[in-house]
């Protein structure tokens, strides 16, 4: 068998490959979301309900940098796989190496600016009282442990963009049963509660990282690689920041939206705060597949645009909209009408599973929205259309979700499930408006190729 990285998606069958592709990924998505999922069973467990928000809250502060980063290496991951479409292989060759320098300078500076604000973050999420310390040293240490964050997703990029998922589902598989081990000797053994899920967090990443490391340099590249490809390249370094800034800030804006409106609830009480902050764990896991398509369609558009095969990457399209709304639609309804079996997952207390069903019923409704968006928007960063994927995000966040959620919240006794609806409103939007940009999109290439 090849010792080879790289899988090419240029030719031959679409489905069978894309779905092979996708698994890998859908597989990755879940053992990641563990990572808060299994802080916050286990800390739900043998903590407080006090210790369960500030877990919530807190590694809902840690997704949203972890979705920033996540986005910015989207940018290796397109640009290299057009180039192995293109089969310039110096040139992918080089642009993970400028992907290293670049984001090896962002680490620190993440980590510095995440160490300077984590009190202050802790506090615009209106953290119940009773939760302020335990989230703020929650996120404290996350946050001396952001170096390793961003080498898991540059190292994972990389290797999405050379057309291979495995290995980025081999690296999270490392972490996520470390985080286990450590969680349950943090917590459980030692009873550290929510900075032991804290530190279990960042050394399950540190492990997963130099694991990962020892991996790769068994593997061979398409391309001679060494070190004095690692440095700043304006050119490809410009191009990564081009294409992964907008999908950056569509991450960043999409959870900053989610945080403002989870600060509105945590000002309706603990249990409620709770409740929410379990949910959203359930959400994760409810966006997995459709997740896991948007990323795979990504990396195979981005190959077939780069080799001009502009047929294949729509076929590709089509079918991950036929598997993922089969597959959001089926947990929709499941999350919909036994919703308080997930939240139960997390958290034994009554109140809480009350609350989190509640609001666990309207976002199901958003996932199965979702399963068809996430599909195009994967499309448009397969084809370098990142911009259109910020905008959209932009305006469905803070001109529709976050308005609903502030004009909900003044409702006297307003529900859980009324608060939640803001989600499948604004998913709602995004699904028209990116419709709409696609027909655009394919109107503007079929009168380019007409010309030509």
Known sequence: MSNSVVINYTEGKILKPLIKFSLPILLSLMIQSLYGAIDLLIVGRFGTSADVSAVAIGSQLMQTVTGFITGLTMGITVLTGQYIGMKKYDDAGKTIGSGIFLFTVLAIVLTIICVSFSRTAVIFMQTPP??????YNYVLICSLGAVFIVAYNMISSIFRGLGNSNLPLIFVSIACVANIFGDLFFVAVLKLNTAGAAI????????SVILSYIIIRKKELPFKFNKTFIRFDKTKSLRILRLGSPIAFQDVLSHTSFLIIIAIVNGLGL????????????VII?????????????AFTAQNIGAKQYKRAKQALLY?????????????????????ILISLFTKDAAVIAEGKEFLRATAIESIICSTTFCLLGYFNGNGKTFFVMMQSLIAAFLVRVPFSLLMSKKPDVSMFEMGLAAPVAAVFSLLISIIYFIILEKKRKNKNLLA
């Open 286 to 298: 409810m966006l997995m597949i459709p997740l896991s398509f948007m990323s795979s369609i990504s």
């Open 200 to 207: 279990a967090t960042v050394l399950a990443q540190a492990i």
């Open 320 to 340: 991950g909209v036929m598997i993922s709304f089969i597959c959001g639609l089926s947990i929709g309804l499941f999350a919909y009408f036994k919703g308080s």
């Open 130 to 135: 009773e939760a302020i310390e335990k989230a």
């Open 271 to 282: 249990t409620r705060s709770a409740g929410v902050g379990v949910a959203e764990k359930a």
